[in-house]
């Protein structure tokens, strides 16, 4: 590797965990908006595509991307055994399995068949915030 591997790692992570974040703050929200929308309208159809390409072209990218580099980071830092790190996976396997739940919802509207109503979108759209809460403190602060 070359010598300032770290802070282009560091550097390559935070772009793309802001990306991965991004689509998970926006995705509900479109659900939101999908779940007032008439099944069938222009709206609807027009929202199923911008939520295609927003999982497609930038959240399932930008998941990818924060896994890699946030691996790499790893190795460089070497800080297995620490609490905060710990958290941190946990906090980084939520984001995982809340984004596939995310990716279901969608092909729930695609075929037309949501069962769940515009309060149950606005709740989740909280998770993200959350978990971004946590993992800030603990990569920042890293309290134990």
């Known amino acids: 590797m070359f010598e300032d591997s770290y802070l282009w790692f560091k550097a390559l ?3 793309s965990v802001m990306a991965w974040m991004a689509g998970l ?15 069938g309208s222009e709206l ?18 930008a998941m990818v991307s ?7 980071l790893l190795f460089e830092i070497q800080a297995w055994t620490q ?14 399995i809340f984004h596939f739940m995310l990716a279901k919802y969608r092909l729930d509207f695609l075929a037309d068949k949501n069962q769940k109503t515009e309060k149950f979108y606005r709740m989740i759209n909280e998770v993200p915030t959350i978990l971004m809460i946590v993992l800030v403190i603990m990569v920042i602060v890293k309290p134990f």
């Not at 609807?44 to 990218?61: D, F, G, H, Q, V």
């Not at 924060?66 to 790499?72: E, K």
């Not at 790190?85 to 946990?90: E, F, G, S």
Request: charged share 15%.
């Open 13 to 15: 992570h935070v772009i």
């Open 44 to 61: 609807s159809e027009t929202l199923k595509i911008m939520e295609r390409r927003l999982l497609r072209a930038i959240m399932y990218p």
């Open 83 to 96: 609490g905060w790190l710990h958290v941190k996976l946990l906090c980084v396997g939520l984001m995982i």
């Open 66 to 72: 924060s896994a890699i580099f946030g691996t790499l």
């Open 25 to 39: 703050f926006y995705l509900p929200r479109l659900y939101v908006y999908h779940t007032n929308a008439e099944i």
